[in-house]
């Protein structure tokens, strides 16, 4: 089993829809997580992170850490044509920090 | 300077050859990440420094891979005997510690031909 798993996608989701964006990882003792932004030729860009249990809202992003069901999810409202970009989740047990795959988002306009 | 940088963006190899990619990582970041980077992947972890020691370095692939951190600020992965294989984005983050977010920097393509 894959320490952080996502779906590889491509999402598609209309402009101005919410896009889901779902993570799983498997080590229990995971204490933090965070979700990144990586445009095409980029270097990842931290757009959230989370501690605790239940959701962290900030402007249209919002992040949501379930640690019974080790899952971690990020919705992003209002959808525009520039969130179009892989996003990757990455949980951080003991200091390490590791990623998944990545998923790619599409937003249609 | 503000954020992380790696020097050179873009380095071009020969098969057999020796490469030294170097990471400054913010000023005050005490946690140093390596991670490579392939098409379609994500990050895969290198390793890690918390100061001047290698805290975990279990994602080093073998051991033609090498890194330092002599004095706890800029990091250098060393490559010997570089292979095809090798050819990847080399990605380096610092965080303010272990458990906190990390920034990344440009990233260093490594080629090897």
């Known amino acids: 089993q894959k320490e952080v798993e996502q779906n590889s996608g491509p999402l598609s989701v209309p402009e101005g829809a919410i896009a889901s964006l779902n993570c799983t990882y498997s080590d229990r003792g995971s204490q933090s997580f965070f979700w990144y932004r990586q445009y095409s030729g980029k270097s990842p860009e931290l757009i959230m992170f989370i501690y605790s249990n239940g959701d962290k809202e900030d402007g249209r992003f919002t992040a949501q850490l379930n640690k019974a069901s080790q899952y971690v999810s990020l919705l992003i409202r209002d959808s525009q044509p520039s969130d179009s970009a892989t996003y990757l989740c990455?949980?951080?047990?003991?200091?390490?920090?590791?990623f998944g795959k990545g998923t790619r988002l599409h937003i249609l306009p | 300077g503000a954020g992380v940088s790696q020097t050179p963006s873009n380095k071009v190899t020969e098969k057999g050859k020796y490469v030294e990619l170097r990471c400054d990582p913010i000023?005050?970041?005490?946690?140093l990440y390596w991670y490579r980077q392939s098409l379609g992947q994500g990050p895969e972890f290198l390793i890690y420094?918390?100061?001047?020691?290698?805290?975990?370095d279990s994602g080093l692939p073998n051991d033609r891979f090498f890194a330092v951190r002599p004095e706890g600020s800029v990091s250098t992965l060393k490559i010997q005997r570089t292979e095809r294989g090798d050819s990847a984005v080399y990605l380096c983050a610092s965080s303010l510690a272990g458990y906190s977010e990390a920034f990344f920097g440009q990233g260093t393509r490594l080629t090897v031909v």
């Open positions: 000023s005050g970041h005490t946690a």
């Open positions: 420094f918390q100061g001047t020691g290698a805290a975990d």
């Open positions: 990455a949980v951080s047990r003991d200091d390490k920090i590791i």
